[in-house]
Nanobody
Framework: VQLQASGGGLVQFGGSLRLSCAAS????????MGWYRQAPGKQRELVAT???????NYSDSVKGRFTVSRDNTKRAVYLQMNSLKVEDTAVYYC???????????????WGQGTLVTVSS
């Protein structure tokens, strides 16, 4: 079971990027998916999450600029990032709370991280 993220890169201030993350493995269902980020010297923080019923939650720092979405058939989550700022520079981690076919309860899973660098 794994989360595979992609889409990071270098972008100029005010630009846009789209991150993608797909889950694979013996998964029964995914409760919530989302994105966290960790800037150099800082703790990992929530960016955005989305539930199976498409309820979303955003950090105040990205509200109005970032949009999280998911495709349940593909077991994927996306993060559209617009109006990027230098302070958005970080490693972005995909996260999921899911239940495996063999599980009796949910577990957390993290992706490998993808670097987003915003230049001024």
């Amino acid at each position: 079971v794994q989360l595979q993220a992609s889409g990071g890169g270098l972008v100029q201030f005010g630009g846009s990027l789209r991150l993608s993350c797909a889950a694979s493995g013996n998964i029964h269902h995914i409760v919530v998916m989302g994105w966290y980020r960790q800037a150099p010297g800082k703790q990992r923080e929530l960016v955005a999450t989305i539930t199976q019923s498409d309820e979303t939650n955003y950090s105040d720092s990205v509200k109005g600029r970032f949009t999280v979405s998911r495709d349940n058939t593909k077991r994927a989550v996306y993060l559209q990032m617009n109006s990027l700022k230098v302070e958005d520079t970080a490693v972005y981690y995909c996260h999921a709370v899911l239940v495996l076919v063999t599980d009796i309860g949910p577990r957390q899973l993290w992706g490998q991280g993808t670097l987003v660098t915003v230049s001024s």
